[in-house]
């Protein structure tokens, strides 16, 4: 088998026999689709939603000075993270790029589990490895060591209580509790991309299938459905969540990005970036960089990643992520635009696409967020 094979997870069967459409997606063959997209995304938003995310990278750091290496090697305050709960952060170059955006899970003591991204696990494994240098800590890659299933919508919170004892009551968001699901052992984490409630299960690959079929089964008399990639991105755009390669990238640090607030200057010790991010704050604060924003078309065109934003002739932009929006009936994007033109109601904004200027209203993210 060449390594240029695509990766299956231990779902791929299931999928096929589902019917899904397959994609290659960062090395992996994962579902696009079931059926319509639409029809998926409108189930998580108002029913529930099934995800096979096992293609996500897991990183597992032990030992005595675990929270040392990750506070040194991330931007984030690690070590003040409790047992049992999680934390968005990002790992970033010593110029202060973005390599990855990160859930960082702390399971004990001295144990954490890091989530990368698909695209950038094995790059996430090797600057982690790489700056455990001086540190009591081990690095150990887990990726073949979890499938992982994510449970989206509304409707989440009771199938998953139908097949559990664990306490999802009081699971708070951005926090985990190992548990049993459908007599299968799991760490269940109250997290997701998709702007809803939802809990995204770790479970062993020779157990993913028998977890998929029960949460299939609990979920079908409340409207729940498979869902692929296509409606995770369309989920994940209107909650305006950024998407690593789109929203963020090495050439971007954490404060262009407008999510400085992950960087802790206040932490113990030094950390991986820290001078280059300190410059890039200040900067920030004199000359601010562009900002991130929604845009809402007035029209039917729909942007994509790459298009310009233009305003008065001049480009004054760039998209990051566009498509329709099933939730609003119209197309939505992100993107990077000159802060004179970021504010909400900014008139006389238009994207290009190909050509014709499509006018666009600009508003703050996120498109969606969900009633409580």
């Keep these: 088998m060449s390594s ?3 990766r299956h997870t231990a779902l791929d069967a299931l999928h096929r026999s589902l019917g899904a459409t397959m994609t290659d997606f960062a090395g992996w063959d994962m579902p696009l689709r079931y059926g319509s997209e639409r029809d998926e995304h409108l189930a998580v938003r108002t029913k529930a ?5 096992s293609h996500m990278g897991e990183i597992t750091v032990t030992g005595p000075q675990a929270a040392a290496l ?10 003040s993270v409790g047992v049992g709960r999680a934390r968005y952060t990002m ?10 955006d990160l859930i960082v899970y702390r399971l004990a003591d001295t144990e954490y589990m890091v989530v990368a991204n698909a695209s950038n696990a094995q790059v996430v494994l090797d600057a982690l490895t790489e700056r455990t240098a001086g540190f009591d800590a081990q690095v150990r890659d887990d990726r073949d060591a979890y499938a992982l299933i994510a449970v989206q919508g509304p409707e989440s919170p009771g199938i998953l209580k139908s097949l559990t004892d664990a ?10 509790l ?3 699901v459908a007599g299968v052992p799991a760490l269940i984490a109250r997290t997701g991309y998709t702007g809803e409630d939802g809990f995204e299960l770790f479970v062993a690959p020779s157990d993913a299938e028998k977890l998929w079929q029960a949460l299939t089964e609990a979920g079908a008399p409340v409207g729940l459905v498979p869902c692929g990639l296509s409606c995770r991105d369309t989920l994940r755009l209107e909650a305006g969540m950024p998407l690593y390669g789109h929203e963020l990238s090495t050439s971007l640090t954490p404060f262009d990005a407008g ?3 992950v960087v802790k200057f206040e932490k113990e010790g030094d950390f991986v970036g820290r001078e280059s991010l300190a410059e890039a704050a200040s900067h920030a604060q004199e000359n601010p960089p562009r900002v991130l924003v929604g845009l809402i078309a007035q029209g039917r065109r729909v942007p994509r990643a790459g298009y310009s934003v233009v305003a008065d002739g001049k480009v004054i932009g760039e998209i990051t992520s ?3 929006s099933p939730t609003l009936g119209k197309p939505i994007a992100m993107a990077y635009v000159d802060a004179a033109h970021a504010a909400p109601g900014t008139a006389g904004v238009g994207v290009d696409i190909r050509g014709s200027h499509e006018p666009y209203e600009v508003v703050a993210l996120p498109f969606y967020k969900r009633q409580k």
Excluded: S
């Design 259 to 261: 999510l400085g607030r």
């Design 178 to 180: 190992p548990g049993t």
């Design 167 to 176: 306490d999802l009551d009081g699971l708070k968001y951005y926090a985990g």
């Design 322 to 324: 566009g498509a329709p």
């Design 91 to 100: 790992i970033c170059r010593e110029d202060g790029g973005i390599l990855d």
């Design 70 to 79: 990750l506070n040194y090697a991330l931007v984030g305050n690690i070590a």
């Design 4 to 6: 240029n094979a695509p």
């Design 49 to 53: 939603g099934l995800f096979d995310l």
